[in-house]
């Protein structure tokens, strides 16, 4: 499994270190990564944030909710994606993070009225959100917690909107059917949430530390 530490780089003839490589990002976007090391918060790599950045425009996305604010490495992918007039709202328990992430949304020209940073916890945070009422939601704090987000986001997506949990392979062990670590047990129960649910078209994509994406489908008409 690629890291984006680079303590574990993918085999660079591997499809996986192709798509990579194939991602080349801005110069706003390599000055939060080098804050996301500096204050040890893993950004998604530059794979997963492309794949970020083309779900946002797909669903044409105006709001945006995020659990895990980083450096902003994420942010500004969703941000790229997202309508000119989309509100990203993002939630960290870390003041050191959410203030290395307003620099980096500064630095790109992001308006600030385009960003809500949220400090604090995403359990004490998401229940005070709207239900159905996000284009996207987006899924990076800590995988033990990855089924409690994913209820919670779930009931705070719109119909057609797209969920995406971000390691959601517990750093690839959820294949492994010996691992039984509480972060195993936590991404297999947050899978099994999400396929158990037949309004939810699921897939993983395997780019980074493995994105699940799914969408809500809107219901068909039921015939007569
Ligand atoms: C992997 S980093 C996020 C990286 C970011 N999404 C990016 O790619 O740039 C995980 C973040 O989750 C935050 N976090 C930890 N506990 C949290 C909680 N209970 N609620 C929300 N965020 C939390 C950490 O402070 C850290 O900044």
């Not at 004490?124 to 939601?137: G, H, I, T």
């Not at 509480?182 to 780019?207: C, F, H, K, M, N």
């Amino acid at each position: 499994m690629s890291d984006t530490t680079g303590e574990n780089p993918p085999d660079p003839h591997s499809l996986r270190a192709y798509a990579e490589s194939a991602i080349a990002e801005d110069d706003a976007l390599i000055a939060a990564r080098e804050r996301a090391q500096e204050l040890g918060a893993p950004a998604i790599s530059p794979a997963v944030g492309a794949a970020l950045c083309l779900l946002a425009r797909l669903v044409d996305a105006r709001s945006v909710v995020e659990i895990g604010t980083g450096a902003g490495v994420s942010g500004l992918w969703l941000l790229g994606g997202m309508r000119a007039d989309g509100v990203l709202t993002t939630i960290d328990p870390e003041s050191e993070h959410q203030r290395a992430a307003k620099l980096g949304f500064a630095a790109a020209g992001v308006a600030a009225s385009r960003t809500r940073l949220i400090n604090g916890r995403a359990a004490e945070v998401l229940p005070r959100l709207a239900d159905d009422s996000y284009d996207l939601v987006f899924v990076d704090g800590a995988v033990i917690d990855q089924p409690r987000y994913v209820r919670e986001g779930l009931r705070l997506l719109r119909s057609g909107g797209v969920l995406l949990v971000h390691n959601a392979t517990a750093d690839g062990r959820i294949a492994d059917p010996s691992a039984t670590d509480p972060d195993t047990v936590a991404a297999r129960e947050a899978a099994l949430l999400i396929s158990e649910d037949d309004a939810l078209l699921p897939v993983v994509i395997p780019l980074g530390r493995g994105l699940l994406a799914a969408t809500r489908a809107e219901r068909p008409a039921p015939l007569d």
